[in-house]
């Protein structure tokens, strides 16, 4: 039976699960204060990584916090006056990176990120871009052998779950991206894994074809919610009242917002994140690279290089600090000495971060006609259209292809 669903949020999350509801014939509407694909989903470093199983949080994370915070080029900051509020999430966060929760958090990501390329395939093909996923893999540069030796939890999580990863020295590294011409004592090539060359051109033809298929996007915020007994009944909205009867919830960073009204309360953080665009940079990259000592990716996009990166917690309604960005563009002319910085951008994006690094996706606890599909942190773009598909065969009745348990919003 075909229902009437409203979904609020247009970013890759929200535009992806509207593109498999209508596709399922549903009668879908989209709400978002934005065009599609204008908030955290604009920026990001468009890396496609079915691999990317292993939780931020993992056993010594609070020993090497210390060290990131005081690094002037690090790739942490917490602006101070902040700290008070994101502490609850913080020790959540700790909590999570236990050696068994992260085992567990490692087995309930794999199966949703393998489905990747596999769920934007249709949609990608409908939409008529296809040239947007390049399945290039990616490689990842260390400049010493000691942190690969630090991070050995974290390539054996990914190995154990069946991610190819391929051990390179120097010139392996040189061999596939002869553009790197620094000395990195190693090297992995992860085969598998590919990247989205324009994550906003993505989202916003997603929501083209989705409103060439029947489906409806209106621009304005979503004020509040009117909440019967029965659930929500209403979107009080900049531009009127708007009758709902399903809700979807797909709001980023803010869905907590919504989720509170409609009785589950998850402790979702914005964790801010930086880019730093040159769109004639002098030189283009045949793949990803990943520096895993400062925690950035470089990405060949169409728009040119791209590097991406940094964790600031500072809430979600302060002014961007754009010396974060700066700290990047200082890393990327290390890599790279002679790259062109004329006409280059800075971003700021908030990622919809959960202490565990699991998304929220399933029915609402106290609603039936309430779904979420929200909190993906650093792999929203990956898990996208996996979490559409999923929700889609929730709404339909059908069973998903996935335990659903570990992403249920009470498990806090
Ligand atoms: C620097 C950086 C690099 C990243 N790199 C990657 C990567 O390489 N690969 C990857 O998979 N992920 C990456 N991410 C994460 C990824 O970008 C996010 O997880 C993803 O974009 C989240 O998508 P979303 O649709 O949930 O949220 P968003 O894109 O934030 O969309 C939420 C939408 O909800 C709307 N909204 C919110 N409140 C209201 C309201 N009250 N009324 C109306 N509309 C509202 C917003 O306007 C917005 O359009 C990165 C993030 C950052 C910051």
């Known amino acids: 039976m075909t229902k009437k669903i409203t979904l609020i949020g247009a970013g890759i999350v929200g535009v992806a699960t509207?593109?498999?509801?209508?596709?399922?014939?549903?009668?879908?509407?989209?709400?978002?204060?934005?065009?599609?694909?204008?908030?955290?989903?604009?920026?990001?470093?468009?890396?496609?990584?079915?691999?990317?199983?292993?939780?931020?949080?993992?056993?010594?994370?609070?020993?090497?916090?210390?060290?990131?915070?005081?690094?002037?080029?690090?790739?942490?900051?917490?602006?101070?006056?902040?700290?008070?509020?994101?502490?609850?999430?913080?020790?959540?966060?700790?909590?999570?990176?236990?050696?068994?929760?992260?085992?567990?958090?490692?087995?309930?990501?794999?199966?949703?990120?393998?489905?990747?390329?596999?769920a934007y395939e249709p949609l990608v093909r409908d939409a008529g871009v296809t040239d947007l996923i390049r399945k290039t893999g990616y490689v990842v540069a260390y400049d010493k052998r000691s942190s690969y030796v630090g991070d050995t939890l974290a390539w054996k999580l990914r190995r154990d779950r069946g991610v190819v990863v391929e051990e390179l020295d120097d010139a392996g590294i040189k061999s596939l991206v002869p553009q790197l011409t620094q000395h990195y004592e190693v090297g992995l090539y992860l085969p598998e894994q590919g990247y989205v060359a324009n994550p906003e051109r993505l989202t916003k033809a997603l929501a083209a074809r989705f409103q060439r298929d029947g489906g409806v996007v209106r621009q304005r915020e979503v004020l509040d919610i009117e909440v019967g007994p029965a659930g929500p009944r209403a979107l009080i909205t900049s531009a009127g009242r708007m009758p709902v009867e399903t809700l979807v919830i797909c709001a980023g960073s803010h869905s907590n917002e919504f989720s509170e009204k409609l009785g589950d309360r998850v402790p979702l953080e914005a964790e801010r994140g930086y880019h730093v665009t040159y769109s004639d940079p002098g030189c283009t990259l045949p793949m990803p690279v990943f520096m895993p000592e400062h925690k950035f990716f470089i990405t060949p996009m169409e728009m040119g290089l791209r590097i991406a990166g940094q964790t600031e917690f500072a809430g979600i309604a302060a002014e961007p600090d754009?010396?974060?960005?700066?700290?990047?563009?200082?890393?990327?002319?290390?890599?790279?000495?002679?790259?062109?910085?004329?006409?280059?951008?800075?971003?700021?994006?908030?990622?919809?971060?959960?202490?565990?690094?699991?998304?929220?996706?399933g029915q609402g606890t106290k609603f039936a006609n309430v779904y979420y599909a929200f909190g993906h942190g650093h792999v929203g773009l990956c898990s996208g259209a996996p979490t559409g598909r999923l929700v889609a065969d929730l709404v339909a009745g059908r069973k998903p292809n996935i335990d659903l348990t570990p992403y249920r919003p009470d498990r806090f």
């Open 322 to 361: 754009y010396a974060r960005a700066d700290i990047l563009d200082k890393h990327m002319r290390r890599v790279f000495p002679k790259i062109s910085a004329v006409d280059s951008t800075k971003w700021m994006g908030r990622r919809p971060s959960m202490p565990d690094s699991l998304p929220v996706i």
């Open 18 to 118: 509207a593109s498999y509801l209508r596709r399922d014939g549903h009668d879908v509407t989209v709400v978002d204060m934005r065009p599609p694909g204008e908030y955290c989903s604009f920026g990001n470093a468009g890396i496609l990584s079915p691999g990317s199983c292993v939780p931020l949080a993992t056993p010594g994370i609070h020993w090497k916090v210390p060290g990131y915070l005081a690094d002037p080029m690090g790739p942490l900051t917490i602006r101070w006056a902040y700290l008070p509020k994101a502490v609850p999430w913080l020790l959540r966060f700790l909590a999570a990176s236990n050696p068994q929760r992260v085992e567990r958090i490692a087995d309930a990501l794999r199966p949703l990120l393998r489905q990747t390329f596999d």
